[in-house]
C-alpha cells in the first residue's frame, strides 16, 4: 500500500536545529510534488514548504522562509525538512504529503503521512 512515514520530530530547544524525513514507500517521488505542513494545538494546518521533483524547485511559507530548508534523496525515495534557529512558535505536529503528476498544490495531496511531533523550548 502507498504510505508515507515522517520522523525525526522530538524536544529541542529555541535557536536549535532539527531535520524532519518523509520516507515514501508503494510508489515513488518521481513526477510529483512533496509538502511539509504543520498543524498546532487549536490551529488549521498551515503548509510550511514544498519541493518539486521534477526539477529540485522549491517554495517556503514566509514564517520559516530563511530558517527551514527542503531537500530529497530520491535514491532513497525520501524529502527531508532542516529546520534552524528553531522558536518555540514552531512547535507543532508536522505531516508531509504527496502530490502526483502536479506542482505544489494547497491542500490537494493524495497521500498523507501520519506526522510527527517537533516541541521547541524556550
Known amino acids: 500500500e502507498a504510505q508515507l512515514v515522517e520522523s525525526g520530530g522530538g524536544l529541542v530547544q529555541a535557536g536549535g536545529s532539527l531535520r524532519l524525513s518523509c520516507a515514501a514507500s508503494?510508489?515513488?517521488?518521481?513526477?510529483?510534488?512533496v509538502g511539509w505542513f504543520r498543524q498546532a494545538p487549536g490551529k488549521e494546518r498551515e503548509g510550511i514548504s514544498c519541493?518539486?521533483?521534477?526539477?529540485?524547485?522549491?517554495v517556503y511559507a514566509d514564517s520559516v522562509k530563511g530558517r527551514f530548508s527542503i531537500s530529497s534523496d530520491f535514491a532513497k525515495n525520501t524529502v527531508y525538512l532542516q529546520m534552524n534557529s528553531l522558536k518555540p512558535e514552531d512547535t507543532a505536529v508536522y505531516y508531509c504529503?504527496?502530490?502526483?503528476?502536479?506542482?505544489?498544490?494547497?491542500?490537494?495531496?493524495?497521500?498523507w503521512g501520519l506526522g510527527t511531533q517537533v516541541t521547541v523550548s524556550s
Open positions: 504529503g504527496a502530490a502526483l503528476w502536479r506542482l505544489c498544490p494547497l491542500n490537494d495531496y493524495d497521500y
Open positions: 508503494g510508489f515513488t517521488f518521481d513526477d510529483s510534488a
Open positions: 519541493i518539486r521533483s521534477s526539477d529540485g524547485s522549491t
